[in-house]
């Protein structure tokens, strides 16, 4: 899959900023399969101490955390969801966090850009990244 340039991102300084003030992290698709990229990625992220929130369609917990149908179902604080859906999935993952009054963050995995879900959340207030790892810019910048 080719992916373009994403219009909306944050510099590496401001990805360093984020992943020092996160304290929560709201995963959507994270998988209980362990050979999954969201289950490896979600399990370094909590062994890192941050709270891992799973958003996933069924299974009742995943790492140990109490599993959510959807953000809006979560009553706790969210700082950052992590997303790891496919890129339509992003608008409908906007108007949820719109809803909200807590999310900080719009983090779409590698590989997954939606410049307009992107854009959207950047007039919300939020800082985006898109077609970035979280585990990989934690171990790179962090660790």
Known sequence: MECEFPTVNEKNDEIIKILKETKTIAVIGLSPNIQKDSYKVARYMQSAGYKIIP?????EKILGEKVYRSLSDIKEKVDLVDMFRKPAIA???????KKRNDVKVLWLQQGIVNNEA???????????????CIMVEHKMNLS
């Open 118 to 132: 992107a854009k959207r959340a950047k007039d919300l207030g939020l800082d985006v990244v898109q077609n970035k």
């Open 91 to 97: 608008d409908e993952i906007v108007d949820e966090i």
């Open 55 to 59: 958003v996933y369609p069924k299974d």
